[in-house]
């Protein structure tokens, strides 16, 4: 099982509010892939990736990462499942808490239970690939948006996870910050996730994309093919924007 | 610490009220001067803040929790008259809206926790920051201070309005001892979780703690 | 609130009056009596009030208790629980606005019910902002168990704090762009129908009738 | 000179710490022309936008606003100037502040001095222009991302103001509710200043764009002109989303 980064079988949830968010949803990914998670406002997305280290309790169907159960009552599973799962989220401030760069990064290998110069190297490591490594006694608020999406990124490398979710990464960056990140997204050798109404964005770095509509997967293809189908976009609220040809 | 209805009786509970009336205006009066037109909107952000911090759980062990009250807290970053209309706004969402604090006992927690530990907060921050040496690190441990001191002086005014009208027929002295040694306890734990937060915030945005910024910087004047 | 507790007709009148009042604005009695929860810690003090007290003592199982003592915590008690349960029948019979505006007719500073306005604004962004931040913790492997995690909180509650504060410059900033002098809109008077008016003083003239009947027969 | 809505001359602008932002912009836009401001991170262009309607003084050169002088100093032209120049900040949640769409959408108009009918049919032709008049009396909070920065549209357009500028309007946008917005712009009889990294957004929005790095204009041409000019937009961080062709 162990080539599968990623199993989630029939998954259902309803909020206690009593609304509904997925409705069976099913989605594998293989060690090494990068998948695009397509799918328009409200179609749970988020709930989707809520469930991949057990913020929300899996109330029907189950979620296996790396072969393991995703089980919120095992605190102790959880915990490693948490250090398996690297995610990114879409706002950098909400990740991005400690005085300095540095300090952010070593958070999460820290709570796993590293010290001293292993620590320092897992930080140093994952500044290094996102080309941070010159900010690290830097507070991160005192960077430009651009750099603590990628400080974000380094947050969750240092902890080696198994597979990385990134929520909408491209959004509100400039161009160049765009493309610097997408280029770091491709040197990583890791199982990507990758949730976004950046369309042109996940063509240009997953091969595979999946859209979720209406709490389930509606279409799990080629990113191309699903591109170039217009209708099925439609139908779900996505569109390429103007001028944008495969 | 929020009094309910009942515990104090109406003349106590009024006349108190009308002290909170005269403290808010002050607070109103100075804050406008201070802030201008930004007062709404900043103040409005720090109710907001105190309001979702005491939501903030600090688990203290086996189970239990404790969180931030929050007074001192306000005070040392944006100044006494806006900390106090700003624990006030929230003391009064809290009475009208999510029923905590009884209304009638409304100008009583307002007097203790927005005026007392406010004022109680503000002079003690001031004097340990004039004993301590000036610099930054003196800033969090001065802030401690004030908590640390605010929390038992507001429950000691609490136990002071119970002596005066209190329903109840514990003696006075009894309940004061009980609130003052329990609040102790409490203002150790706010004085640390106050330290902790300034701490974290003057070391990005010194700019930002009301008790530093007070402090003259020269800037450097350069010829073109 | 100016009855005496050895006045149980009254009271028991009062608890009538405001069921009644719960059931006629269809609220559920378990939310009800989940949010009175928040009296708990001084229904324990009332609990204490028996074992200080002056003049007459009677023994249960042992343990003297003074009679007054009984009398001013079993006071507090219902007391305090009418205070709550009025508190949650206009809470979650008015909404936020509607107590504005109320406040703004009983001469409550303007400033003050702006600065109230805003916090209502603001505060399901900010509680948004600090949940995202618990679950970005909490992806990272973090747990707060414990008096050792408070740096950690602590750092959490500097990081909200600055945005808050960040949050109300830009606030000021959008305002000052759209002509703001210090003056916000009149919240406008939602004229009150005489039906709305009758229905909102029953309440508070039936109890005084209640008070002063059961008093007159007690 | 009523036919330009905007000139700025020369100006130049440093912060209290000592930082210069502008070096001497130099800037005409017509009347109902639609412009894109372009510009790597750092550039000055919120800087810039705060000088138009005097939220930061003018500290060298000058700012036009159809004719009239922006002068932090005179308070009553500086009102007026305010409410001639509708800026649309990145945050709608930053705009949004009164308890109700209505209420927000009021804010500006009611600054002006309308009240009454006159205030309700202000409030009423924002929001039809922008579809969102069904949501009057809704708090913001219980609006999608894109409803509300059309609702924060809407806030400014009540004032009726001379010129719109908007900051990023396209960032956190869905596919679809970016061309919803699109389509609102183009609707609009209007001249309109927008600051965006989103470049096929501005080449489908705007005929000219400008591009501002190191706080002076570097280009000033055809939108078309400057996409396809992929060296001018390398030097100043700027370039097309991949897949994307003119």
């Excluded at chain 1, 949803?25 to 809520?50: I, Y």
């Excluded at chain 1, 690939?129 to 999406?149: A, C, K, N, T």
């Excluded at chain 1, 491209?170 to 610097?180: Q, T, V």
């Excluded at chain 3, 200080?52 to 249960?60: D, K, N, Q, R, S």
Aim: charged share 15%; proline share 4%.
């Amino acid at each position: 099982m162990a080539d599968k980064s990623l199993e989630v079988k029939e998954l259902a949830f309803a909020y206690p509010d009593g609304h509904q968010a997925l409705y069976g949803v099913n989605l594998e990914l293989s060690r090494g892939e990068r998948v695009a998670l397509l799918g328009p406002n409200g179609a749970g997305k988020t709930t989707l990736v809520m469930h991949l280290n057990g913020i929300l309790p899996t109330m029907q169907g189950s979620v296996k990462v790396a072969g393991q159960l995703v089980d919120a009552k095992d605190k102790v599973g959880l915990l490693k499942i948490r250090h398996k799962v690297g995610i990114v989220f879409q706002d950098p401030d909400d990740q991005l808490f400690m005085p300095t760069v540095g300090e952010d990064v070593a958070f999460g290998p820290y709570n796993a239970g590293l010290r001293g110069a292993e620590l320092e190297t897992a930080v140093r490591e994952a500044l290094q690939l996102v080309g941070m490594y010159e900010f690290i006694d830097r507070p991160p608020h005192h960077l430009s948006f651009g750099q603590r999406r990628r400080v974000a990124v380094a947050t969750v490398l240092a902890m080696k996870p198994e597979i990385l979710v990134m929520d909408e990464p491209s959004s509100n960056l400039d161009p160049a910050s765009r493309r610097e990140l997408a280029e770091i997204v491709r040197s990583l050798d890791i199982t990507l996730l990758m949730v976004t109404h950046d369309l042109p964005f996940a063509y240009e770095l997953c091969e595979r994309s999946v859209i979720l509509s209406g709490g389930v997967i509606v279409a799990d293809e080629n990113t191309a093919d699903i591109l170039r189908n217009s209708s099925l976009l439609a139908k779900h609220r996505l569109e390429l924007p103007k001028g944008f040809a495969l | 610490m929020h009094i309910p209805d009942g515990f104090i009786d109406l003349p106590t509970s009024a006349s108190v009220g009308l002290l909170a009336i005269s403290g808010t205006a002050v607070a109103l009066k100075k804050a406008r001067t201070e802030l201008d037109d930004r007062t709404a909107p900043m103040a409005g952000l720090t109710a907001v803040f105190i309001f979702a911090v005491q939501m903030l759980n600090f688990p203290v062990a086996a189970g239990t929790s404790g969180h931030l009250l929050g007074g001192a807290l306000a005070t040392v970053l944006v100044g006494p008259w806006a900390a106090s209309l700003a624990v006030t706004v929230v003391l009064g969402v809290q009475a009208l809206l999510f029923a905590d604090g009884g209304l009638t006992a409304l100008g009583l927690n307002i007097f203790n926790l927005s005026i007392v530990a406010v004022l109680v907060s503000h002079i003690c921050f001031k004097l340990a920051k004039r004993v301590l040496p000036k610099i930054r690190s003196s800033i969090p441990l001065a802030a401690a201070f004030a908590a640390f001191i605010s929390v038992p002086v507001s429950a000691a005014s609490f136990a002071l309005q119970y002596a005066i009208g209190g329903t109840g027929t514990a003696p006075a002295g009894t309940v004061f001892a009980a609130m003052f040694s329990t609040h102790v306890l409490i203002g150790i734990g706010e004085a640390l979780i106050t330290m902790l937060t300034i701490s974290a915030i003057i070391s990005t945005r010194a700019d930002l703690v009301y008790g530093w910024k007070n402090n003259k910087v020269t800037l450097e004047v350069k010829k073109a | 609130m100016a009855t005496p507790i050895s006045n149980w007709l009254a009271y028991l009148g009062f608890f009538a009056l405001i069921l009644t009042a719960i059931k006629l604005a269809q609220l559920l009695f378990k939310t009800v009596a989940l949010r009175s929860l928040i009296e708990i810690p001084f229904v324990l003090f009332a609990f204490l009030m028996p074992f200080f007290g002056t003049g007459e003592t009677i023994e249960v199982l042992g343990i003297t208790l003074y009679e007054n003592g009984i009398l001013a915590g079993l006071g507090i008690i219902a007391k305090g629980t009418l205070g709550i349960l009025t508190a949650i029948l206009l809470s979650s019979t008015t909404t936020a606005r509607e107590i504005l505006r109320g406040l703004e007719r009983l001469k409550v500073p303007t400033l003050i019910i702006q600065i109230a306005t805003f916090m209502l604004r603001y505060t399901n962004v900010v509680n948004d902002e600090m949940e995202r931040m618990r679950i970005a913790r909490a992806s990272r492997g973090f747990e707060a168990t414990g008096v050792k995690h408070w740096k950690i909180l602590g750092q959490s509650a500097g990081a909200l704090f600055i945005r808050s504060y960040e949050r109300g410059e830009r606030v000021h900033l959008s305002m000052v762009s759209r002509g703001y002098q210090g003056l916000m809109p009149q919240i406008e008077a939602q004229s009150t129908t005489r039906q709305d008016l009758l229905l909102g003083f029953s309440l508070p003239v039936l109890a005084t009738f209640l008070s002063i009947t059961t008093r007159m027969i007690g």
